[in-house]
């Protein structure tokens, strides 16, 4: 019913050294994944590129019920592998998620983390996932205005990521697919250094492309000070038959 495009991008930015996020863009599969490692050299990107390694054999699915389940028992092993070798380490090796898994007419975002998954349908962009943070529970609680997040001293404190504890809990939000409906997927990078109205300028453009628009995305967190790694992922659904 629909076919697919993407582009995935991904750079160091201006103050780390090495790239701890990594991305995983299988358009004939379906499935397209942000992973945004933490515990610094030799761990964060350790964690992230696990979860890459682990989903990048995924099958082609026949049912998205079974498209989901294989993903998320791929991520409970990469999950387990982890928490044992940062038991062994005595460190911190873990890696926030987040994914869309598409099958016909529907698509599925998961995640565990900070990193995010936005829609833009309409003219309206929305944001899918719900961040795992200490900020967002303060949030939700009325303890914290959305304004105050970004300054507070736990803003990089997650309360979930894939390797951070022995139990993986993963977030799921299904959703009817419509004729071209953008998809973004991207690490903390990104939206810390640009807001979601920039955001929706660069995905509301009347002749839209992908790779342009994930270019535009991570010229734009490049022009601040952009203080971390940046990965953003576009992907467009549309009808197999023109408009």
């Given amino acids: 019913m629909f076919s697919w495009t993407s582009a995935a991008l991904t750079d160091v930015g201006k103050r780390r050294k090495i790239n701890e ?3 995983l863009e299988l358009v004939d599969t379906g499935l397209w994944v942000v992973a945004d490692g933490m515990g610094g050299y030799e761990a964060g990107d350790v964690a992230s590129q696990a979860i890459i390694n682990g989903l990048k054999t995924t099958h082609p699915p026949n049912k ?18 982890l928490y044992e070798l940062a038991t062994e380490r005595r460190c911190t090796i873990g890696s926030t998620v987040v994914g869309l898994l598409a099958q016909q007419s ?9 990193s995010r998954a936005y829609r833009y349908r309409a003219g309206q962009l929305e944001r899918i996932s719900q961040d795992h943070s200490q900020v967002e529970e303060l949030i939700e609680q009325g303890l914290l205005l959305p304004e105050e997040a970004e300054t507070h001293p736990d803003a990089n404190v997650i ?3 894939v ?5 993986l809990f993963l977030d799921y939000e299904i959703y009817p697919v419509e004729h071209k409906d953008i998809f973004l997927l991207c690490s903390d990078g990104l939206y810390k250094e640009i807001t979601e109205s920039e955001i929706a300028e660069v995905l509301s453009k009347r002749l839209f492309n992908c790779h342009r628009a994930a270019q535009q995305l991570i010229d734009l967190a490049l ?3 952009c203080k971390d790694n940046v990965t953003v992922i576009v992907i467009q659904a549309r009808y197999k038959r023109g408009d």
Avoid: C, P
Wanted: hydrophobic content about 40%; glycine content about 8%.
């Fill in 159 to 161: 309360t979930r990521a």
């Fill in 21 to 23: 996020d990594a991305y």
């Fill in 223 to 225: 022009t601040r000070k």
């Fill in 163 to 167: 390797g951070a504890q022995e139990h």
């Fill in 64 to 81: 998205m019920s079974v498209f989901v389940e294989e993903v998320e028992n791929r991520l409970l092993n990469v999950n387990t592998q």
């Fill in 106 to 114: 529907h698509g599925v975002i998961l995640w565990a983390g900070d």
